[in-house]
């Protein structure tokens, strides 16, 4: 299997700071992978440059096959990919429907085209059929996002993204103030993503939650990628090992040749 998403030797300097060196990483399509590290590892960066908000200094992104450069953010997000922050960017005052197609408003003539106006009853139903693809139930879609849940809102992130077919999702800390119940639902929704053809990356501190859901795990530390792990050949105590600098394949590279 081709990777989805290919990068080689990316390098992001801030002034005399190095905050990416040299991280190369693949991801395919039947993944989910974790991206973990200590504050100030180097993660959000690598992301940032992944997702067009920063320009590399060095190095090559790959999506699909091709080689990417994206000026913006909307450049990455128009190829398929799709960055959710913490702060997951919807509009409180706005219902469900209205903020899966926010800033993409779908209208219709009306008075034979003298108007348009906001077509609701296409977005509502389009907003549903996505909702059902991701098995996301609400009582209802024209409840205010102020009204939902910390995993609510999570998941109309995840299907705003996904009407707009996103083909990769990366997710920074999406279980953070999440209550358990709700911590298991986005953790659901990240697998029927993956199994969906929808590979994730999943930057998270909580080691329990990328155990539980990653299928492979990249730990950053000061800027280089020190190891690479498949979840089920590790554990917690020997990716704190790594995090912290303690363990480092990298270091072992160069020891042995
Ligand atoms: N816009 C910026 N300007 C200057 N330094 C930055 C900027 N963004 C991040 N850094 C620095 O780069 C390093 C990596 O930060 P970051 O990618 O946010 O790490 P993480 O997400 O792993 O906590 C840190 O030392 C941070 O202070
Ligand atoms: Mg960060």
């Known amino acids: 299997m081709e990777p989805m998403l290919s990068v080689r030797n990316l390098v992001k300097r801030f002034g005399g700071l ?52 994206f000026s913006r953010p909307i450049d990455a997000r128009e190829a398929g990919i799709e960055t959710i922050y913490q702060d997951l960017a919807l509009a409180n005052n706005l219902n469900v429907s209205a903020n899966i197609f926010m800033g993409r408003e779908v209208k219709k003539n009306y008075l034979g085209g003298l108007v348009r106006v906001l077509d609701e009853d296409y977005m509502l139903d389009a907003s549903k059929k996505v909702l059902d693809q991701l098995d996301i139930r609400f009582s209802s879609l024209v409840q205010k ?23 990769l999702m990366i997710m920074d800390e999406p279980t953070n103030n999440l209550g358990v119940v709700e911590q ?35 730990v950053l530390h000061r800027g280089h990628k020190v190891t690479e792990k498949r979840t089920s050949e590790t554990n917690s105590q020997e990716i704190v090992q790594y995090m912290v600098g303690a363990l480092d394949d990298t270091r072992l590279e160069s020891e042995t040749t």
């Open 184 to 218: 298991r639902k986005v953790l659901d929704l990240i697998h029927r993503l993956r199994d969906q053809g929808v590979p994730v990356i999943l930057i998270s501190h909580t080691l329990p939650d990328v155990f539980a859901v990653t299928d492979r795990i990249i």
């Open 18 to 69: 190095v905050a990416v060196n040299h991280v190369s990483l693949d991801i395919y399509p039947d993944e989910v992978v974790g991206l973990v590290g200590d504050n100030a590892a180097g993660k959000s960066t690598l992301i940032k440059c992944i997702s067009g908000v920063y320009h590399p200094e060095e190095g090559e992104i790959y999506f699909e096959g091709k080689q990417i450069f």
């Open 145 to 167: 996002i102020e009204n939902l849940s910390g995993g609510q809102r999570q998941a109309v992130a995840i299907a705003r993204a996904m009407y707009w077919n996103a083909r």
